[in-house]
Nanobody, 129 residues
Framework: QVQLVESGGGLVQPGDSLRISCVASGRTFSPYAMGWFRQAPGKEREFVAAISWTGGRTYVAESVKGRFTISRDNAKDTVYLQMNSLKPEDTAVYYC??????????????????????WGQGTQVTVSS
């Protein structure tokens, strides 16, 4: 069974950048697709971005396209989310998830929380002036 641990969240100002990380342990990191989701207070958890196990393909939600980039380093069992031009509406707890059932990154947004078989505990990102 895999354990996922997110880190790197914090309080930033609008327009700032932040990179959050998710480290996997417990078994081989690849060959599973990974994704980032977020949940704001009072809202459902929503898809942010997903990446194939090779890192060659990514899928990003329209709401963050052009600002957020997902990447992974399989040698370090780590997936990253680089967030630029942050806005107050990006404030949320960010969770990483593993698609161990092979559903594929294109289904992550449609399936939502069902897509992830394993989840981390989340890291808080707050964007405020």
């Amino acid at each position: 069974q895999v354990q996922l641990v997110e880190s790197g969240g914090g309080l930033v100002q609008p327009g700032d950048s932040l990179r959050i990380s998710c480290v996997a342990s417990g078994r081989t990191f690849s060959p599973y697709a990974m994704g980032w989701f977020r949940q704001a207070p009072g809202k459902e958890r929503e898809f942010v971005a997903a990446i194939s196990w090779t890192g060659g393909r990514t899928y990003v939600a329209e709401s963050v396209k052009g600002r957020f980039t997902i990447s992974r380093d399989n040698a370090k069992d780590t997936v990253y989310l680089q967030m630029n031009s942050l806005k107050p509406e990006d404030t949320a707890v960010y969770y990483c998830a593993e698609d161990s059932q092979g559903r594929g990154i294109a289904t992550a947004q449609t399936l939502g929380v069902i897509w992830g078989d394993y989840w981390g505990q989340g890291t808080q990102v707050t964007v405020s002036s």
